[in-house]
C-alpha cells in the first residue's frame, strides 16, 4: 500500500504531512462520521439475538462491526472514486454531500482511493469469511455478496443505481434488512424473519431519509451530470414531501409493531427521539430551495436516525 503516501502541494512546495494528518485525512476520505449508517442496523440485529435467546457472542460482535464497517469505507471510497465527475462540477457540496472532496481538492490521487477501496473491501470481505468458516453460516455467504454488489455498484459502471433513481432502495435495502438480518444470523446460525425484517424497516426509513435529504444540494450538479436521482426526477418540491412522509412512516411502523405485540412495549422508547425527526422535517420544509441553510435538516436527519436506531436496539435489551 505505498501509494497511499499522501503528498499535499502547497505554495508551489510538495509538504508530506505528519503521520497525525495523515491518519486524519484518511478518517475523512473514508467519512468515517457516516459510519453510524452500518453500525445501527448490525448493533440492532445483535439485539434482537439477545432479546430472543439471551445469546451474545463478543468476539462475533467485534467481526461482524468490524466487516460492517470495512465494506462501508469501501463503498465510500468507491462512490468517491466512480462519482468523481458528478463531484468535479459540484458547487455546492456540504459536509453532507459532494463526497470527501479529497480528489476534488488535490489531497488524494484517484488511484489512491480506488486502492484504499479494494484494501477495505478485502478487510470486510476476509473478516467475512472468517465468521462464516468458523461458524457455518453459509447464508452469510449471500448477504455478504449482495453488501458488497449494492456498495460497489451505487456508482460504479456498468450499473450505477445512483444514476436511475435506484440510490434509496440501495441505501434501504443494505443499511436496513441485510444489515439487521445478517448481524442476527451471525451471532445464532438462525434467523427469525418476522421480527428482524420487521424492526429493519423504520431505521430503513430513516436512512434512506439521510441520502434523500444529502441530495437536495446536489440536485444542480446531478442534472448536469446525468445523475437521475429521486431529487432530480420529482423535483426539489414533490421530494420535500416524500422526504417528510419518509420520517414519519419509520415512527408509524414501529408503532404497529407495538400495537400489534409483534414489538414489546420498550420499542415505544424512540419515540423520544420525535422532537428531532421534528425539527429536521420543519427545517427542510423551510429551507429545501437554500442551499447552506438546509445543512442543519442534513445533521439532524443523520441524528435522528443514530439515536433512533440504538434506542431500538436499547429496547430490545431491557425487553
Known amino acids: 500500500m505505498a501509494d497511499l503516501i499522501v503528498n499535499v502541494e502547497s505554495d508551489n512546495r510538495t509538504v508530506t504531512p505528519s503521520f497525525t494528518n495523515r491518519i486524519l485525512i484518511w478518517v475523512l476520505a473514508i467519512r468515517a462520521p457516516f459510519f453510524t449508517a452500518s453500525i445501527v442496523p448490525l448493533v440492532l440485529g445483535m439485539a434482537i439475538a439477545w432479546?430472543?435467546?439471551?445469546?451474545?457472542?463478543?468476539?462475533?460482535?467485534?467481526?461482524?462491526?468490524?466487516?460492517?464497517?470495512?465494506?462501508?469505507?469501501?463503498?465510500?471510497?468507491?462512490?468517491?472514486?466512480?462519482?468523481?465527475?458528478?463531484?468535479?462540477?459540484?458547487?455546492?457540496?456540504?459536509?453532507?454531500?459532494?463526497?470527501?472532496?479529497?480528489?476534488?481538492?488535490?489531497?488524494?490521487?484517484?488511484?489512491?482511493?480506488l486502492l484504499a477501496s479494494i484494501f477495505c473491501y478485502l478487510v470486510g470481505i476476509v473478516t467475512a469469511v472468517f465468521i462464516i468458516i468458523n461458524t457455518g453460516g453459509i447464508l452469510l455467504l449471500f448477504f455478504l455478496g449482495t453488501a458488497v454488489l449494492l456498495g460497489l455498484f451505487y456508482t460504479a459502471l456498468p450499473v450505477r443505481l445512483s444514476y436511475h433513481g435506484l440510490g434509496e432502495i440501495a441505501v434501504f435495502v443494505g443499511f436496513g434488512p441485510?444489515?439487521?438480518?445478517?448481524?442476527?444470523?451471525?451471532?445464532?446460525?438462525?434467523?427469525?424473519?418476522?421480527?428482524?425484517?420487521?424492526?429493519?424497516?423504520?431505521?430503513?426509513?430513516?436512512?434512506?431519509?439521510?441520502?434523500?435529504?444529502?441530495?437536495?444540494?446536489?440536485?444542480?450538479a446531478d442534472q448536469e451530470a446525468g445523475k437521475r436521482t429521486l431529487v432530480v426526477v420529482l423535483g426539489k418540491t414533490l421530494a420535500v414531501r416524500i422526504y417528510i412522509i419518509g420520517m414519519i412512516l419509520a415512527y408509524v411502523f414501529l408503532l404497529i409493531g407495538v400495537i400489534s405485540a409483534v414489538f414489546p412495549v420498550f420499542l415505544l422508547l424512540p419515540f423520544f427521539t420525535i422532537p428531532l425527526a421534528a425539527k429536521a422535517i420543519l427545517t427542510a420544509k423551510r429551507n429545501y430551495m437554500l442551499i447552506e441553510e438546509l445543512q442543519p435538516a442534513n445533521a439532524t436527519t443523520i441524528l435522528t436516525h443514530f439515536t433512533f436506531g440504538i434506542m431500538m436496539a436499547l429496547a430490545f435489551i431491557l425487553a
Open 51 to 113: 432479546y430472543d435467546t439471551q445469546i451474545f457472542d463478543p468476539l462475533l460482535g467485534f467481526l461482524t462491526l468490524l466487516a460492517g464497517v470495512a465494506i462501508h469505507a469501501g463503498t465510500n471510497l468507491a462512490n468517491d472514486y466512480f462519482d468523481q465527475p458528478t463531484d468535479d462540477i459540484n458547487q455546492n457540496f456540504s459536509p453532507f454531500n459532494g463526497g470527501s472532496r479529497m480528489i476534488q481538492n488535490n489531497v488524494l490521487l484517484p488511484r489512491q482511493i
Open 178 to 220: 441485510l444489515g439487521v438480518l445478517s448481524a442476527y444470523y451471525i451471532q445464532l446460525g438462525n434467523i427469525n424473519w418476522t421480527l428482524t425484517l420487521i424492526a429493519s424497516v423504520p431505521i430503513a426509513f430513516l436512512i434512506a431519509m439521510v441520502l434523500f435529504i444529502n441530495e437536495f444540494q446536489d440536485i444542480e
